[in-house]
T-cell receptor
Framework: TQLLEQSPQFLSIQEGENLTVYCNSS?????LQWYRQEPGEGPVLLVT?????EVKKLKRLTFQFGDARKDSSLHITAAQPGDTGLYLC??????????FGQGTRLTINP | NAGVTQTPKFQVLKTGQSMTLQCAQD?????MYWYRQDPGMGLRLIYY???????DKGEVPNGYNVSRLNKREFSLRLESAAPSQTSVYFC????????????FGEGSRLTVL
């Protein structure tokens, strides 16, 4: 049973379009992270959200933590080919108990 | 500044063979982790070490053993490899107090025939 469900699992769009990726759970998390992973490399941390309703921006990426701290979204504005990769959400439920979603594989076509 | 270094990067084993994946970090982090990544499954925690001298089981520990040799090094051993252990293995480190903020190595791709 996957504690964190990501949708969509695959997304292919044209450069310049906007997109949103979702990370949902029935469990409450003390924090939630988003990572990006490129082929042949390990995941790289993009952001941590901690407070319910929190919104963080990283250039063209906007991350939101749900009010109940059970879900999160990642919105990319004007996607670029460099945004291509596997996006993973991860939820913290206390020390050492981090669970990952299955990932969203994003492809941005020039 | 290498960060988190894993060796080997690729390995092919026959069923029943043993091997050890090595991980070394120069980030001076207390916590170290071993994850496996399989298609459609995300990352699953195998074992972790909160500090030198301690290790604990994660979500999928069966068939694996670990050793926290010192603060820098955390190894993962497969005593008798099985095809179900074919996967990409990642070592990660983290800072105490920020359990979700991990720094990953580049991964070790293991195939068990």
């Amino acid at each position: 049973t996957q504690l964190l469900e990501q949708s969509p699992q695959f997304l292919s769009i044209q450069e310049g379009e906007n997109l949103t990726v979702y990370c949902n759970s029935s469990s409450v998390f003390s924090s939630l992270q988003w990572y990006r992973q490129e082929p042949g490399e390990g995941p790289v941390l993009l952001v941590t959200v901690v407070t319910g309703g929190e919104v963080k921006k990283l250039k063209r990426l906007t991350f939101q933590f749900g009010d109940a701290r059970k879900d999160s979204s990642l919105h990319i504005t004007a996607a670029q080919p460099g945004d291509t990769g596997l996006y993973l959400c991860a939820g913290g439920r206390g020390a050492q108990k981090l669970v990952f979603g299955q990932g969203t594989r994003l492809t941005i076509n020039p | 500044n290498a960060g988190v270094t894993q060796t080997p990067k690729f390995q092919v084993l026959k069923t029943g063979q043993s091997m050890t994946l090595q991980c070394a970090q120069d980030m001076n982090h207390n916590s170290m982790y071993w994850y496996r990544q399989d298609p459609g499954m995300g990352l699953r925690l195998i074992y972790y070490s909160a500090s030198e001298g301690t290790t604990d089981k994660g979500e999928v520990p069966n068939g694996y053993n670990v050793s926290r040799l010192n603060k820098r090094e955390f190894s993962l051993r497969l005593e008798s490899a099985a095809p179900s252990q074919t996967s990409v293995y990642f070592c990660a480190t983290g800072v105490r107090g920020a359990p979700g903020e991990l720094f990953f190595g580049e991964g070790s791709r293991l195939t068990v025939l």
